[in-house]
């Protein structure tokens, strides 16, 4: 792996080769400070697909994949979309040896919570990620949702947390309620519908996004998705990694 931007910046010792979990961390830092900070994390083809067969993982690739994990390792919490949990299996995060001092030094567990948004809690309760997690999973809904679903997260042993009123799920409060249950390093991994409403609501600090080299034509999803915004926000662009045609990209919004 290379560093294309910036190019100042002090060369890691495992440059043009494979970079240990150690200077990728450093690379993807969470900024200083108690405020939350949101980062998005996703991966597109050159022709804008945000998935192939409605899963990411063909479009990815090996390093990618190790970016994804140290995101992970870095993140208080990993927030992501009802459909996503559904198409992508998720299961419970797991605690990483390689990251077990960083975070303990940080004052983080041994693991992020997956916090799982959805209004209906159309949910499987019953899946590892609600019954056997490391940290409990956390379910964000609204303040309407179904009684008999709000139980069952809790009975599965998930916390709900209340961030909307009726079925609707605001983004500002997802950020502010987790934040104020000490969780303010947030990663945002999808679907495509939550990323366009954190987009919309103006609360996504930055987008960890790789590009990949690889054309798939089709009507798969964007990377966004939902309503737009009456004005495009503008981010600045903070780093730039290459590998193997691949490039994982940093934006920090101005």
């Known amino acids: 792996m290379r560093r294309l931007f910036p190019v100042t910046d002090p060369t890691p010792a495992a440059e043009g080769g494979e970079w240990s979990l150690d200077e990728l961390a450093d690379a993807y830092a969470y900024p200083a400070g108690d ?43 990993v927030v992501v979309g009802a459909e996503t ?56 809904t609204g303040a309407g949702a179904p009684p008999d679903r709000i139980e069952a ?4 042993g998930a916390e709900v947390v209340i961030a909307g009123e009726g079925s609707r799920v605001d ?18 991994e999808g679907g495509p519908r939550l990323l366009g409403q954190f987009v919309a609501a103006g609360v996504l600090d930055e987008l960890c996004l790789t590009l990949s080299p690889m054309l798939t034509a089709g009507d798969a999803q964007r990377i966004t998705g939902g309503p737009s915004v009456a004005v495009p926000e503008r981010f600045t662009l903070a780093s730039i990694l290459e590998e193997a045609g691949f490039l994982f990209t940093r934006y920090r919004r101005i």
Do not use: C, K
């Not at 597109?44 to 994990?69: E, K, N, V, W, Y």
């Not at 997260?153 to 599965?156: D, G, L, T, V, W």
């Open 35 to 77: 405020g939350p900070w949101l980062r998005a994390n996703i991966v597109s083809t050159l022709d804008g697909a945000a998935q192939h067969d409605g899963r990411s993982q063909p479009i990815s690739s090996d390093t990618d994949m190790r970016i994804f994990g140290t995101l992970r390792g870095l993140a208080d919490v």
């Open 85 to 140: 949990v559904r198409m992508e299996g998720y299961r419970p995060a797991r605690a990483r040896d390689a990251f077990a001092a960083r975070r303990a030094a940080a004052g983080q567990g041994p693991a992020p919570a997956i916090a799982v948004v959805s209004g209906s809690l159309d949910l499987d309760f019953s899946l590892p990620l609600f019954v056997s997690p490391l940290v409990p999973t956390l379910v964000v």
């Open 153 to 156: 997260a809790r009975s599965a």
């Open 171 to 188: 983004p500002t409060r997802v950020v502010r309620e987790l934040a104020g249950r000490g969780l303010r390093r947030q990663l945002a």
